[in-house]
């Protein structure tokens, strides 16, 4: 369970992420999404510890964030292909296995490889590899320490749309062990998730399954609700 | 156990990229070759070209083992500009006049030295010369003196004895007196040196390259490690896998030291290459001991490593990382031993002492050229670790940039 309470960030002067409070349930899909620049990549880092967040507070599992020993439980794949080019896949994947400090046996390996369907590419050194195959070995090596916690920023850039489907059956899949936080902007992607949170003006705007949130703005898919918010927003807006 | 790992990953990342093995095996080699035979061998011989000059002077200059042409009166401008000599030396109604393009030192230094000593020697032989002759006539003056007094006693035995005595004349010199002491040693020596040069450290056949060499050595070391672990630590940075690395439980210093360690390998064996290349290949001499220039050279590529790794974090891209030479790597060179600190401007003094490559160069000199002993550069070794646990704690502080724990 993670339960973020009263959370604030800001660079300098600018304020990204203004009192979120949201708690993420255990075993299940999370979609964040709304427009770019909105602070979903922040809210992430601020979950991984990679940003320290100003007020308020972020727990995992009752462990106050930031905290090492709670990346054990985190798989994390970054918006950019974070892969060395000058290796091959298998040694990227081996290489991140060795980071969780325990023996990842190779069944796991295998099976992640699979799942991704790179067995065949894995002796290619990365920097021969297409921007799909980098985005799924990216995936492999968030999966490959089989995390309690999992957190896609933008998982399916740039993957053709069978494998996408296909990444979106395994997914659903991992909610048995895993609680999946997974960001993106695109629509249509946004609805296969069990829980989403829009954000929006610095803070989370909406938040429920994607059927609660289409039937309390009125409309047919996700793309309005954001017009919708963007119309009360004009409205609510002081006039000078 | 993370951290064997990532020294295993980079052990890899390097063995794969030729251009960066060449970069931190060959290069340093090639350069190192190249200024063995750059700088000219002081046996070397300087040409000067003569103009209405006397077969005295020129037979010194060639005694001097200069090579000398006699020349025509010419446009000395074009004759220099064409290589034809790196001097012209002319003489004009007992006028020396030495004219050089002043644009090659090392050549026309000792153009200029040869030059002014052949002039000076000849001066020195026209001078005792005329000092012989000088005798010659004094000796022929002592001469007629002694013949005149001899006839004036003859002059005096002719006159009545009465003038005589009147005349009051002393004519009792001894003539031992008057004799002028002709034993001047107006030999003058040209063949033996005027003065003997004693060498503490070495010996005559240094030449600047073997006082250069063990400077040379360190800043390779310095120069190739500063640049390969900048590098690649700004790659590891702007490619997100520093990130990807940090959303793993592994500890930043454990990120730094494996670093430091898995380039650490490179380093050391670049420092055996460039060490043992100048010693056994280029025959550099050294005095002291040759693990002591490991030492030295090892302390030193971990002050460049972590270094390195410090100011890649303050650059977004490669060609960033390659402002910091003129900025970080070059003023070192002039602290290292090169040139004397002591003699520079105060506020240059001061300076000196944070710089790494000064402690590296300088110790380098007293081991090669002074034979010191390990306990002897105990001091300067200390700091060069001082500046190791600076950059390395400076590196994990600064890894919280990327992670706050």
């Known amino acids: 369970m993670i339960q973020i309470s009263n959370m604030s960030k800001s660079f300098g002067k600018q304020t990204i992420l203004r009192d979120v409070s949201v708690d993420i349930d255990t075993n299940q899909i999370t979609g964040l999404i709304g427009p770019s620049g909105t602070g979903k990549t922040t809210l992430i880092k601020c979950l991984m510890g990679m940003e320290k967040y100003d007020t308020g507070s972020i727990q995992i599992d009752d462990t106050a964030v930031p905290n090492r020993k709670l990346l054990n439980k985190i798989g994390y794949m970054a918006q950019s292909d974070s892969l060395y080019h000058d290796l091959t896949g298998l040694e990227n994947i081996q290489f991140f296995a060795h980071m969780y400090g325990r023996k990842i046996p190779k069944k796991a390996v295998q099976s992640t490889l699979d799942l991704v369907q790179l067995e065949q590419h894995k002796k290619k050194l990365v920097q021969h590899y297409s921007g799909g195959m980098k985005r799924r070995l990216s ?58 949170l829009l954000m929006k003006n610095k803070g989370i705007a909406a938040s429920g399954t994607p059927q609660e949130i289409l039937e309390n703005f009125g409309v047919s898919d996700i793309d309005q609700v954001f017009l919708r918010l963007e119309e009360q927003e004009y409205e609510n807006a002081p006039v000078n | 156990m993370r951290m064997l790992q990532l020294i295993k990953r980079i ?5 794969r990229d030729k251009r960066t093995l060449a970069l931190l095996f060959l290069a340093p080699i090639f350069v190192i070759t190249l200024l063995n035979y750059i700088f000219p061998d002081p046996d070397d011989e300087v040409t000067i070209a003569a103009v209405n000059v006397s077969d005295e002077v020129i037979d010194i200059l060639e005694d001097n083992d200069m090579i000398v042409k006699q020349e025509k009166a010419m446009d000395i401008k074009s004759y220099l500009e064409e290589g034809n000599a790196s001097a012209v030396l002319e003489e004009k109604a007992g006028e020396w006049t030495l004219t050089i393009l002043n644009d090659n030192p090392m050549d026309e230094g000792p153009a200029i030295q040869g030059s002014s000593q052949a002039v000076m020697e000849t001066n020195l032989n026209d001078l005792s010369d005329n000092i012989d002759d000088m005798i010659t006539n004094m000796e022929d003056m002592s001469a007629n003196v002694e013949d005149m007094i001899e006839s004036i006693h003859e002059m005096m035995e002719q006159l009545p004895p009465e003038v005589a005595q009147n005349m009051n004349i002393n004519l009792d010199m001894d003539m031992d007196d008057t004799d002028i002491d002709t034993d001047i040693d107006s030999e003058i020596d040209m063949d033996e040196d005027p003065i003997t040069v004693e060498y503490i450290y070495g010996d005559e056949s240094y030449t600047f390259f073997e006082i250069l060499n063990p400077i040379l050595v360190s800043f390779f070391v310095f120069f190739f490690v500063f640049l390969i672990a900048g590098m690649s630590m700004l790659k590891e940075r702007s490619s997100g896998t520093l990130e990807k690395l940090l959303s793993t439980p592994i500890r930043k210093s454990e990120i730094v030291f494996g670093y430091l360690f898995g ?4 380093a050391i064996l670049q420092t055996a290459v460039i060490i043992l290349y100048s010693v056994y290949i280029l025959d550099m001499e050294i005095v002291g001991s040759i693990t002591n220039m490991f030492i030295i050279n090892i302390l030193l590529s971990f002050v460049a490593l972590g270094l390195g790794l410090l100011l890649s974090t303050f650059v977004s891209s490669e060609f960033q990382m390659i402002q910091f030479i003129p900025l970080v790597i070059i003023p070192q060179i002039f602290f ?27 110790t380098m000199i007293d081991v090669v050229l002074k034979g010191f002993t390990l306990g002897e550069i105990i001091a300067p070794l200390s700091i060069l670790i001082l500046f190791i646990v600076i950059f390395v704690t400076l590196n994990i502080v600064g890894m919280r940039r990327y992670r706050k724990v």
């Open chain 2, 263 to 266: 380039y650490g390998i490179f």
């Open chain 2, 11 to 15: 052990c890899k990342q390097v063995l």
């Open chain 2, 336 to 362: 290292s031993g090169m040139l004397n600190v002591d003699t520079m401007e105060p506020w240059l003094q001061w300076i000196a002492p944070i710089m790494p490559l000064y402690y590296a160069g300088n």
């Open chain 1, 139 to 196: 995936l492999a090596i968030a999966l490959i320490n089989q995390p309690e916690y999992l957190i896609l920023d933008e998982p399916t850039v740039g993957i053709d749309p069978v494998l996408k489907l296909n990444i979106w059956d395994q997914l659903h899949d991992l909610k048995k062990d895993s609680t999946l936080l997974i960001t993106t902007h695109i629509m249509d992607e946004a609805m296969k998730c069990d829980q989403l």
